[in-house]
């Protein structure tokens, strides 16, 4: 017989045993998946009916000493067989109850020491939940309570016997109502709040301790023999947080904790009188929060929020809270500003130009209520219309605020002199066009082109970060005021100076003419000595630009200068900190060839470096003046004198300005045609 080939046996046994393999590893599977279908059925059908934590059931002692034992609901259960057993001196005794509910009050009390609880499902299901003994032997005593009115947080101080831990509960009607939170230790801490152990209360909380053990299955909490009662008040504390949101535009909203006390005053600091004015009430059952008027360009406004403990008080020995001080610097914004077109200009709609609603006057003062796009929406007849904003000049001191400091004096008192000696009919007079220009509020209108307005603003802040204020004399200047002085100028000429000056600066310190003042010394019968000061004939032009390449038209325009335009700006250096203004070579305004720029002294450079870094270019006769050199269609702008008179409106209504800064009030005024009430504010009644 012929031999099989080596190895065929082997081969056979390998492919004998795979099949055992694969048919076992097959079984194995089908066990598994019927393990777990099973697994699966019976978790749907009986294990996620019972939980195993200290949830699952909870024995509960009342103030009449009984217990109520609860435990977690069994999903398709019917009813629930209870069965307690327990042993006290009359020996050994057993309860049990069917409930439909997922709790019962049981016949045990604490003094018995221990008891055996069984509960199980009835109906369908028999599935037992628990099973334990526990024992009731616990103890809390010693308890102290101490709320800080501070911080809102109530602390406790206790004892524990029998191995208990501190369960923190809410109770009500003398019972347990909710356990808040379980304690190991003999002291405990409770806080109140978005954030704390326990919300505010709409009124009061009754908070009791209660010695409690919690097991893996099974919980037992005893009556809470100490309680404390606390309201939402004394939990509010003193604590007073503010939260500030910037709303752009200079508009700021506060938001504020909840604090004891009857009601919440925003108060706002007045420099002027040094104290707090109350600007708004907020009741305690209100939204804590406050949304600012919009508020001035580049002015610092500092407000905070008490908490009053009674709303007939109002001074701060009956604050319960008070907030840090909230500090409020704004920004440029041209909301609210008074501008004038320097042409006459279409109106639209919109700031898109969707449709044309008008034409606006030049030079007419007007209040802006929106800006979009580089249009200005202005204020006309109750409306908003959107006009161009590169023809506009803006009030500067609505639109830069503190930024700078103002003294226009060619509006009540001009300080045009040609080196220090008097300009007849100029100095310490009104200047001719600027009658409307010093306000009864001790303000200026401030006139300057937009464009050229935010240049400065950019001048103004580099002179801040160098310790420095920018301090302005005069911005826009009406042709009539440049076609005066010029005249004036002129017949000034030949005449001859004074012999003293109109600053009172004694002659000495000036630089003057060579052999233009002679010193004579005169010793008096007394012996002493006095210098007698004597002027040499010379006239205001040799003065202001004798022997020098200059003229009388380099310090004064003869018909139309860029001031005539809004471009232009007379301004100095003061100390930041003191207000004082920095020594330059001249005095502001000396029409004379020693304010040229060739004569600058540190100072006045300092001042052209700020000016020319902003974009505004210098003019060699006078150290003081900068102007910007980019703006266009000058010579069709109009010159003529301003007045700030017309209809403004702020967050609270409208008013009517009139050209001295007051307002129409608690009166009825026709106003182009159209009859007008206003109230004492000077608000328009709609």
């Known amino acids: 017989m012929p031999q099989p080939k080596r190895g065929y046996r082997g081969k056979r046994h390998k492919k004998r045993a795979l099949s055992r393999i694969r048919a076992t590893l097959l079984s194995m599977g089908a066990t598994l998946v019927l393990v777990l279908v099973v697994g699966l059925a019976w978790w749907f059908l009986w294990g996620n009916t019972v939980g195993v934590s200290s949830d699952d059931c909870v024995l509960t002692e009342q103030e009449d000493g009984s217990m109520v034992l609860s435990w977690k609901e069994v999903n398709g259960a019917e009813s629930y067989i209870v069965k307690v057993s327990w042993k006290d001196a009359d020996g050994k005794n057993t309860y049990e109850a069917t409930v439909e509910t997922n709790s019962c009050k049981i016949p045990i009390t604490s003094d018995i020491g221990s008891c055996t609880i069984h509960v199980q499902t009835g109906g369908n299901l028999t599935r037992t939940i628990v099973d334990v003994s526990t024992n009731l032997s616990l103890g809390l005593s010693g308890a102290s309570w101490h709320l800080n009115e501070e911080t809102g947080v109530l602390n406790a101080m206790y004892s524990l016997s029998g191995g208990a831990t501190c369960s923190v509960c809410l109770m009500e009607d003398g019972n347990v109502a909710e356990e808040v939170m379980t304690v190991k230790g003999e002291s405990v801490e409770i806080s109140f709040g978005d954030d704390g152990d326990l919300p505010l209360p709409d009124s009061t909380y009754t908070i009791g301790l209660c010695a409690s053990r919690v097991g893996k299955e099974f919980s037992y909490i005893g009556y809470a023999t100490t309680t404390y009662t606390v309201s939402r008040s004394q939990l509010l504390g003193k604590d007073m947080e503010v939260a500030v949101e910037d709303e752009d535009g200079n508009v700021y909203t506060f938001t504020w904790n909840e604090t004891a006390g009857s009601r919440y ?11 707090w004015l109350n600007v708004a009430y907020v009741a305690t059952d209100a939204e804590r929060t406050y949304t600012t008027p919009h508020l001035d360009s580049f002015t610092t406004y500092t407000y905070r929020i008490v908490a009053e403990d009674s709303e007939a008080a109002e001074s701060e020995s009956n ?14 914004s041209a909301i609210y500003c008074t501008v004038w077109p320097m042409l006459s200009l279409t109106a639209y709609s919109d700031s898109e130009k969707t449709q044309r609603v008008g034409t606006v006057s030049a030079m007419k003062a007007y209040c802006v209520l929106d800006e979009a796009d580089g249009m200005f929406g202005v204020l006309v007849d109750g409306e908003t219309w959107y006009i161009d904003s590169s023809t506009c000049m803006i009030n500067l001191t609505e639109y830069l605020g503190d930024l700078c400091t103002y003294d226009i004096t060619n509006s009540y008192d001009s300080v045009f002199t040609v080196h220090e000696f008097e300009f007849p009919g100029v100095s310490g007079e009104v200047v001719t066009g600027f009658e409307n220009m010093a306000l009864n509020d001790g303000t200026f209108v401030t006139p300057l082109m937009y464009s050229v307005a935010d240049k400065l603003m950019d001048a103004a802040l580099m002179a801040l970060d160098a310790g420095y204020r920018l301090r302005i004399y005069e911005s826009y200047r009406p042709a009539v005021a440049t076609t005066t002085l010029y005249s004036m100028g002129t017949s000034l000429l030949s005449q001859t100076i004074p012999t003293e000056t109109w600053t009172g600066k004694s002659l000495s310190e000036l630089e003057m003419p060579s052999n233009a003042v002679t010193t004579e010394t005169i010793v008096n019968e007394d012996g002493t000595i006095t210098l007698k000061e004597t002027v040499a004939s010379l006239t205001y032009a040799d003065v202001m630009y004798g022997g020098s390449s200059y003229h009388l038209s380099n310090f004064l325009a ?7 335009v809004g471009v232009a700006v007379d301004l100095t250096l003061e100390d930041a900190e003191t207000g004082e203004e920095l020594v330059m070579q001249t005095v502001m305004h000396d029409l004379s060839q020693y304010s040229v720029t060739d004569r600058n002294t540190t100072n006045a450079n300092i001042l052209a470096s700020i000016m020319t870094s902003a974009g505004l270019s210098p003019l060699v006769s006078e150290w003081w003046h900068f102007q910007d050199d980019e703006v266009d269609r000058v010579d069709s702008m109009s010159s003529v004198p301003v007045s700030i008179e017309g209809w403004k409106q702020d967050v609270y209504g409208r008013r009517y300005r009139l050209a001295d800064g007051s307002y129409y009030t608690d009166c009825t005024v026709t106003i182009s045609g159209t009859e007008y009430d206003f109230n004492s504010d000077g608000y328009l009644i709609e």
């Not at 005053?265 to 104290?275: A, I, L």
């Not at 319960?320 to 704004?330: G, L, M, P």
């Open 319 to 332: 604050y319960i809270a008070i907030s840090e001080e909230i500090v409020c610097e704004t920004e440029a």
């Open 265 to 275: 005053v925003v108060q706002q600091y007045d420099e002027e009188s040094g104290s």
């Open 558 to 564: 003869a018909k139309r200068s860029r001031h005539n």
